[in-house]
């Protein structure tokens, strides 16, 4: 009877581990009860550090953050006005087009699965599960943010399903970036008339609606040639382990 029993509540086991992993249904409830934990163990830990550093190191932090802020405003004012001047170019000559870019930090919950280190749940509010959202780290491209379960979930550049499009060298070659869920990324597509070269830099074109145009991707190791196109292998400039908070570009313009 014992081993009847046992034999079961194995069976129930399987059959739970594998709706889990195969249907959406079961996996819903269950991520975002999991992120929801997540995202409270995060908060109280962060509560903790900025109150040990709060206590410790105020004074020092105070004046590095002035500084920092100092900084950003400069910067921010100045795009404003880039921006404000060519929205006032484009009303002069009758044109639609307006620049409001909107970008946000958001914070990395969790990785997706264990060991692959290439997917991060994501927090983040107003999430639209219709749309990609390009994701930044220090000003370089770490990867996209797609739906799944109706969660945002961001694909960091070496995973295979993380594409967008780049230009590649001075000639700014066409092309759509790829991982390979290797140490470096693919460039695919690339037109077989352009000279691309090792160490030509590749940057974001701002052609997917997805990024804006020349934020920094890597630099060329290597170009095969098939079919016609050119693919180069990338070592990217985005190399953190441990990510914690990105900046998202939810609006272009």
């Excluded at 996209?144 to 399903?161: A, E, H, T």
Aim: glycine share 4%; proline share 2%; aromatic share 14%.
């Amino acid at each position: 009877m014992n081993k009847k029993v046992f034999s079961f509540f194995l069976i129930l086991i399987a059959l739970f581990v594998g709706a889990f992993y195969y249907t959406d249904i079961v996996q819903k409830p269950v991520i975002s009860v999991l992120n929801s934990v997540k995202i409270s163990y995060k908060n109280a830990i962060e509560f903790v550090e900025n109150s040990f550093h709060k206590h410790f190191y105020q004074a020092e932090q105070i004046t590095k953050l002035k500084t920092q802020l100092q900084k950003y405003e400069n910067n921010h004012l100045v795009m404003q006005e880039l921006a404000t001047e060519a929205n006032d170019l484009y009303k002069i000559n009758k044109s639609s087009l307006k620049l409001n870019p909107k970008v946000e930090l958001v914070r990395a919950i969790s990785y997706q699965k264990f060991a692959n280190f290439n997917r991060v749940w994501i927090q983040m509010k107003d999430f639209n599960k219709s749309k990609i959202y390009g994701l930044t780290y220090k000003e370089l491209v770490a990867g996209i943010v797609i739906s799944k379960n109706s969660k945002p979930l961001g694909l960091l550049n070496r995973d295979i399903q993380s594409t967008y499009a780049v230009f590649v060298g001075n000639q700014h070659a066409p092309g759509i970036a790829h991982g390979n869920n290797g140490k470096n990324i693919i460039i695919k597509y690339i037109p077989s008339w352009f000279n691309i070269k090792k160490d030509d830099e590749v940057t974001t074109s701002g052609l997917d609606n997805i990024f804006f145009k020349g934020l920094k991707v890597g630099k060329v190791i290597s170009v095969t040639k098939a079919q016609g196109y050119q693919n180069a292998i990338v070592q990217q400039y985005y190399k953190s382990n441990n990510p914690n908070y990105f900046y998202l570009i939810r609006k272009l313009k």
